[in-house]
């Protein structure tokens, strides 16, 4: 009995395969001219990239952003980087109404080599702790209040033409911003 209804299970499954596949028209060479010219209309669409110098503003979705200092310490109290540091002081308001949230998470350091260099941990928590500079752990900003605060990059000591890669803090955007370091 239990052989049965496998045989009867398989044949119905055989039998949906073949009615979707007889129901779904074959892609025309119209069709797929249509796809490739909708890839082309949706690459002319794409937003440009805002991006600013130090000491300008830029807004990536509803926060503006100004660089406002950066600095390459040899340590910061005593701690060494492993390549070079690279500290950022930036100051950031939310446009919107509503309160929310900004962290280094949204902070990439990218060079001219297209390398990129996320916020480090450690050396925010020492800029925190040991130089006493607020850092954009999770700060809670609310609507047209600016804040200010540092981020530590940990970058290679080969790295150049530095830039600020803000990302928005909007969950599933994939919208950011270049600021250039001058570096």
Not at 43 to 64: D, F, H, L, S, Y
Not at 76 to 85: D, F, Y
Not at 144 to 152: K, L, S, T
Request: glycine share 6%; aromatic share 8%; with cysteine.
């Amino acid at each position: 009995m239990y052989r049965n209804k496998q045989l009867v299970l398989g044949f119905c499954v055989l039998l949906l395969a073949v009615f979707l596949f007889a129901c779904c028209p074959p892609v025309s060479e119209k069709a797929s001219e249509k796809k490739g010219n909708q890839v082309k209309e949706t690459k002319k669409e794409q937003k440009k990239i805002p991006t600013a110098k130090m000491n300008e503003n830029i807004q990536v979705g509803e926060v503006r952003w100004k660089v406002l200092e950066v600095q390459q310490p040899a340590d910061i109290k005593g701690k060494a980087a492993s390549g070079k540091w690279t500290i950022v002081h930036l100051e950031a308001e939310l446009l919107g109404k509503e309160t929310g949230s900004i962290s280094s998470s949204q902070l990439i350091l990218v060079d001219s080599k297209d390398r990129e260099f996320e916020s480090n941990s450690e050396g925010n928590i020492q800029l925190s702790i040991m130089e006493e500079k607020k850092t954009f752990m999770f700060t809670d900003v609310n609507p047209n209040v600016p804040v200010d605060g540092w981020a530590a990059f940990d970058i290679a000591k080969d790295a150049s033409g530095l830039k600020v890669k803000i990302k928005d803090l909007r969950m599933f955007s994939e919208e950011y911003g270049l600021v250039e370091l001058g570096l």
